[in-house]
């Protein structure tokens, strides 16, 4: 079992360019995270998916911000008009079921860096 | 809005002393309460976690939670060099609720 995988690892965009963040769930895993971790904010909720359908978006920049799960074997994050501001890692996590009782598996994460 | 804090920000200690992180969460509807280990460069993993008031331990790591007071904390006996990294809290109100993270404290064990 290879674990949550991202890609790519490493992103730098110019403002206002477009960026698209990959993940691959865990295989069997019904549940899929998105968080974003900076030194000053730490570790933000973003989006998660249940069995591919949208459960919670609270988290998304309304604007720019929007996730997909198209099939169980991947999720996309893609950041319209990069700011300085998006700069972060996007973490992905995936679980066995629904929601908190269930341990979530991180991949390592996306470090998106616009310049 | 579940507002979660962790204290001290960092900690250095010596190989083999005992160390203790604590997080305070504001939403007294929360029920489940975990335990993130980052290091660095790596994702995080998870450590331990508890669902009812009391103590849970696991080898060398034990967590309090004290919901009425709004608490749980991680203390961790023998600390070894391989327990430097970050430590993140994390609380939910509900089962379908994504995870509310800490900032995180930091931890130093020096040889």
């Known amino acids: 079992n290879a674990g949550v995988i991202q890609t790519p690892r490493h992103k730098v965009t110019g403002k206002g360019q477009e960026a698209t963040l990959w993940c691959e769930p865990i295989?069997?895993?019904?549940?899929v995270f998105w968080y974003r971790q900076t030194i000053v904010q730490g570790l933000e909720f973003l989006t998660y998916f249940r069995n591919q359908a949208p459960i919670d978006d609270s988290g998304m920049p309304k604007e720019r911000f929007s996730a997909q799960m198209p099939n169980q074997s991947h999720s996309t994050l893609k950041i319209q008009s990069t700011q300085p501001q998006d700069s972060a890692v996007y973490l992905c996590?995936?679980?066995?079921?629904?929601?908190?009782?269930?341990?979530?598996?991180f991949g390592s994460g996306t470090r998106l860096t616009v310049l | 809005q579940q507002n979660v804090q962790q204290s001290p920000e960092s900690l250095i200690v010596p190989e083999g002393a005992r160390t203790s992180l604590n997080c305070t969460f504001s939403d007294s509807a929360s029920q489940y309460f975990w335990w993130y280990r980052q290091h660095s460069g790596k994702a995080p993993k998870a450590l331990m976690?508890?669902?009812?008031?009391g103590e849970k331990e696991e080898g060398r790591f034990t967590i309090h939670l004290n919901k009425a007071s709004l608490h749980f904390s991680l203390h961790i006996r023998d600390s070894q060099p391989s327990d430097s990294a970050l430590y993140l809290c994390?609380?939910?109100?509900?089962?379908?609720?994504?995870?509310?993270f800490g900032l995180g404290t930091r931890v130093s064990v020096f040889p």
């Open positions: 295989s069997g895993h019904s549940a």
């Open positions: 994390a609380v939910s109100i509900n089962y379908a609720q994504g995870l509310t």
């Open positions: 996590a995936s679980s066995l079921d629904l929601g908190s009782a269930e341990t979530l598996y």
């Open positions: 976690s508890i669902f009812s008031n």
